[in-house]
C-alpha cells in the first residue's frame, strides 16, 4: 500500500530556494511523488510513496526546528497517485493575494476548533453558548460538487482569491453566529480565517486540520459526499478511501 500524506506550515522562511533544492533531493532520493510548494510564508505539500520513505521523509523535515512540529494527514492507496515529483518556488502557498492574511507565527492563527467538537456541534445543532453555527466551506465549486458538510454556506467561486468578495453579501447575515471555515486539509480555511477576522469577523473559527482531518478524527458525520483531492484518487470519502485507485489511478497520473 502506498501512504499518502497532505501537510503545511505556515512559517517565516528565509531561504526558499536552497530549502526547496534540499528538499527535492530528500524526496527523489526517497523515491516520493507528489508536489511541495516552498515560499517565504512556509511550505505546503502532497506526497506519495512507500511507508518507510514518507516517513523518514518526514522526520528529516522535524529535524528543522521551524517544522517541528508538522502535522500531516494521511491516507493509503494501492497505487501512487502522482506520476512525477515537482518541487516548486512560490510566492505563496496557497495564493490569496492579500498582504499580510498569512498566519506566520502561532499566535497569529485564528482561533480553531477541533473535529470532534464540530461534530458535536453539528449534532447538537449550536456551538457551546448556544449560538448557530454556520460551515463555511472555502473550496471552489469544482471541490464543493463532490461533497460538503450538510447546511454548509459555500460560495460560487472558482479560485481561493474570489473567496472575499464572494462572501461579502452574506457577512451581515451571519453576525450572529459562529461561522467555522473549512477545507481539504487546513491551509486555505486557516488563511482566510486570519485575513477575515482582520477584516473585523470576530466570530470566524477554522476547522483544525481541514476536511481530512476530520474524516481522519471523527469520519463523516454531518458530512455529505466525498472530500476531492487534487491527484489521481480524486476524491476520498469518509473513511479516506479513494474514489479511483489501482490501475485507474495510475492511468490518470
Known amino acids: 500500500m502506498i501512504l499518502n500524506i497532505a501537510a503545511y506550515r505556515f512559517v517565516a522562511i528565509d531561504d526558499v530556494e536552497p530549502l526547496a533544492t534540499r528538499l527535492h533531493q530528500w524526496a527523489q532520493a526517497a523515491a516520493l511523488r507528489g508536489t511541495v510548494l516552498v515560499a517565504p510564508e512556509g511550505i505546503n505539500l502532497f506526497l506519495a510513496g512507500a ?5 523518514g521523509f ?14 500531516a494527514k494521511e491516507s493509503w492507496s494501492r497505487s501512487l497517485p502522482f506520476a512525477r515529483l515537482k518541487v516548486k518556488c512560490k510566492r505563496e502557498i496557497i495564493r490569496f493575494d492579500r498582504p499580510g492574511s498569512a498566519p506566520m507565527t502561532p499566535d497569529a492563527r485564528a ?11 453539528i449534532a447538537q445543532g449550536h456551538d457551546d453558548t448556544g449560538r448557530r453555527v454556520v460551515v463555511l466551506d472555502t473550496r471552489n465549486r469544482q471541490e464543493v460538487a463532490y461533497g460538503t458538510f450538510e447546511g454548509a454556506l459555500s460560495l460560487p467561486i472558482t479560485r481561493f482569491t474570489e473567496l472575499p468578495a464572494a462572501l461579502a453579501p452574506h457577512r451581515a447575515a451571519l453576525r450572529d453566529a459562529t461561522v467555522v471555515s473549512v477545507c481539504t486539509g487546513g491551509i486555505r480555511c486557516e488563511k482566510a480565517a486570519r485575513w477575515l477576522r482582520q477584516e473585523g469577523m470576530d466570530n470566524l473559527l477554522q476547522l483544525q486540520d481541514g476536511i481530512l482531518g476530520y474524516f481522519e478524527q471523527v469520519g463523516g458525520a454531518g458530512y455529505a459526499g466525498r472530500c476531492f483531492v487534487f491527484d489521481a484518487r480524486v476524491a476520498l470519502d469518509p473513511h ?14
Open 51 to 55: 511507508q518507510d520513505a514518507v516517513r
Open 111 to 121: 482561533p480553531a476548533v477541533a473535529p470532534v467538537t464540530l461534530a458535536r456541534w
Open 240 to 253: 479516506l478511501r479513494p474514489l479511483v485507485d489501482g490501475e485507474d489511478a495510475q492511468e490518470a497520473a
Open 58 to 71: 518526514l522526520d528529516r523535515l522535524r529535524d528543522d526546528p521551524r517544522f517541528a512540529g508538522l502535522h
